[in-house]
């Protein structure tokens, strides 16, 4: 089993939609999420980190995290042409050396 | 605040040569920075991760002798691929990292390495 898994996509979503991207973790005592976007030929760029079951909104950006549930979420609204991109979960590590899990990404396509 | 750089941007060498790539924190003290690699339409791979004054910790399967990884002050860190061959060909990528429970991993630009 993956550790942090997410849904490859593309997912494809129209000019103006909500773009809902998700992923699931393993580690039941995970404490700190992180979404990053990654531009094709680019480096990953932080969007948001969450630590606290619930939401957590920057601008058109929302992070939901449900710990029961192994779950965390990025909502995207008013999506845009310039948010096509892979978005990529990723989850610290709970025991050994610090690092980041990430998933495999899901890329976003924004249809004008 | 939390800029990374990166240099060069991109490296095309022979076969056989070395490369060194720097990776710095402008803004921040990095505690910790990690380095990664990615191929084409492929996830990221962290290669190893480095603490200051310390030696790396590197993933499983990565060759340690062939990437020489130094974190000599809290602002830089250098990847240096030995012998390079063309299957070493990728986008190179480091983060860095403050101290701090819940501090974010904030990434350089990447350097394109081709090795023909």
């Known amino acids: 089993q993956k550790e942090v898994e997410q849904n490859s996509g593309p997912l494809s979503v129209p000019e103006g939609a909500i773009a809902s991207l998700n992923c699931t973790y393993s580690?039941?005592?995970?404490?700190?999420f992180f979404w990053y976007r990654q531009y094709s030929g680019k480096s990953p760029e932080l969007i948001m980190s969450?630590?606290?079951?619930g939401d957590k909104e920057d601008g058109r950006f929302t992070a939901q995290l449900n710990k029961a549930s192994q779950y965390v979420s990025l909502l995207i609204r008013d999506s845009q042409p310039s948010d096509s991109a892979t978005y990529l979960c990723?989850?610290?590590?709970?025991?050994?050396?610090?690092?980041?899990?990430f998933g495999t990404g899901t890329r976003l396509k924004v249809l004008a | 605040g939390a800029v990374v750089s990166q240099h060069p941007s991109r490296v095309i060498c022979k076969s056989g040569t070395s490369v060194k790539i720097e990776c710095r924190s402008l803004?921040?003290?990095?505690?910790?920075m990690f380095w990664y690699r990615q191929f084409p339409k492929q996830s990221l791979m962290l290669m190893a991760t480095?603490?200051?004054?310390?030696?790396?910790?590197?993933e499983q399967g990565v060759e340690k002798d062939k990437f020489l990884i130094n974190h000599a002050s809290l602002t830089l860190s250098t990847l240096t691929v030995t012998s390079a061959h063309p299957e070493d060909s990728s986008f190179y990528i480091c983060?860095?990292?403050?101290?701090?429970?819940?501090?974010?991993?904030?990434f350089g630009p990447g350097t394109r390495l081709t090795v023909l």
């Open positions: 983060s860095a990292r403050r101290s701090g429970a819940r501090s974010e991993q904030f």
């Open positions: 580690d039941r005592g995970s404490q700190s």
């Open positions: 969450i630590y606290s079951n």
């Open positions: 990723a989850v610290a590590t709970t025991s050994g050396t610090y690092k980041y899990i």
């Open positions: 803004d921040f003290q990095a505690t910790t």
């Open positions: 480095s603490n200051e004054g310390s030696k790396a910790t590197y």
